[in-house]
């Protein structure tokens, strides 16, 4: 199989709630600065369009977030590369915005582009091991084969979905495990953290969908040719029309297609990658001062120990106070004990 040029799909979306008060319904994880000043949709976006051979990059992400996504990639410097954009009117879950971005590149780009679905909330440090990562995944994909990449486990973690895998062959997807089976799973090598992202041919999944789900995979085709375009610029857009798309199941594309598909590739990555799924991951982002408080923003600390302070638009001051996080935004505020943030 040719490799056809490639296309970015960055999937953006969700509910806002894991990092509340940064984040909200209409203000989701993509967009909260991170301490660099620069959000992570942005970062995302300049990842995908710095990869060689870019035809264009593909947003699928509610109707809603349209142009504070667009502002994000004039500050990235979008000018440079064609964009399009699918708006869903809400979300259906990874697999009908998968299925409606393949068709959309079918459509653009031909059933030979090579798409690459990323999520638009995650970090990657290293930009060098993660282009090495998508150039093998590539190779693999001209074979056919739809690719998935996994990361080297660093800790224990029960909080992600895993998936064990033999070179460049990928085995199962595993669920979340318990504290003991994710020890074993660091300890084995054999299994690594699902980063939510697939590299294909176009022609490849369209083939898997319509082995497999037919219904769904017509469904989504019906749908997608209920829409509204417009184009502004460098951008073209298709609007998903609201009662039609309600008719698509909500359902991952790991359990519609990926857990199904056989011969599935596999890329391990090791490029400082993080979902940044809880104010600990945020933190983490900050170097600790001498009493191991991580400070955002403006801030005044006295007599405090193990704190986390990300400051909004004025000076926050705590005083002998310890392992507190304290989140301040123009509408809320925020202070809970470090172990207890995700209860919000």
């Known amino acids: 199989m040719s490799v056809g040029k490639l296309v970015p799909v960055i999937l953006s979306g969700g509910a806002g709630s894991r990092l509340w008060p940064l984040s909200r319904e209409l203000y989701p994880k993509p967009f ?9 949709i942005r970062k995302t976006f300049q990842r995908a369009a710095a990869l060689p051979d870019v035809a264009r990059i593909v947003t699928v992400t509610n109707r809603e977030l349209t142009f504070l996504t667009a502002d994000e990639y004039e500050k990235a410097g979008g000018k440079a590369v064609a964009q399009s954009f699918v708006l869903e009117p809400f979300g259906r879950d990874t697999a009908a915005a998968v299925a409606v971005a393949c068709l959309q590149v079918e459509e653009m780009e031909g059933a030979d582009a090579t798409l690459l679905v990323m999520p638009a909330d995650h970090l990657i440090g290293d930009r060098d091991a993660f282009a090495e990562a998508i150039a093998r995944a590539r190779s693999i994909a001209a074979q056919g084969r739809i690719v998935v990449f996994g990361i080297r486990p660093d800790r224990p973690e029960t909080g992600f979905g895993y998936l064990e895998a033999d070179g460049d062959r ?3 997807f595993v ?8 020890a074993e799973y660091v300890a084995g090598g054999r ?22 789900r037919r219904m769904f995979w017509r469904q989504c085709g019906r749908r997608l040719r209920h829409r509204a375009g417009w184009r502004s610029m460098q951008r073209w857009a298709v609007e998903l029309d609201r009662a039609a798309f309600a008719a698509v199941p909500a359902i991952s ?11 599935a590739g596999f890329v391990p990555c090791s490029f400082g990658w993080s979902d940044i799924g809880s104010f600990s991951a945020m933190a983490e982002l900050v ?3 001498a009493a191991g408080n991580r400070i955002a923003g403006d801030a005044l600390l006295h ?14 001051a705590l005083v002998g106070v310890s392992d507190l996080l304290v989140v301040d935004t123009p509408d809320a505020l925020l202070i809970a004990a470090g172990d207890r943030a995700q209860d919000v």
């Open 32 to 40: 909260i600065p991170l301490p660099d000043g620069e959000t992570l």
């Open 170 to 172: 990928l085995i199962r």
């Open 175 to 182: 669920e979340k495990p318990d504290a003991v089976r994710a």
């Open 191 to 212: 299994h690594f953290w699902n980063s939510g992202m697939f590299c294909f041919p176009a022609r490849t999944m369209l083939e898997a969908w319509s082995g497999m």
């Open 253 to 263: 594309i790991d359990y519609a297609v990926m857990e199904k598909v056989e011969g």
């Open 287 to 289: 170097a600790p001062d």
């Open 303 to 316: 007599d405090v120990r193990g704190s986390f302070v990300h400051a909004g638009d004025r000076v926050v």
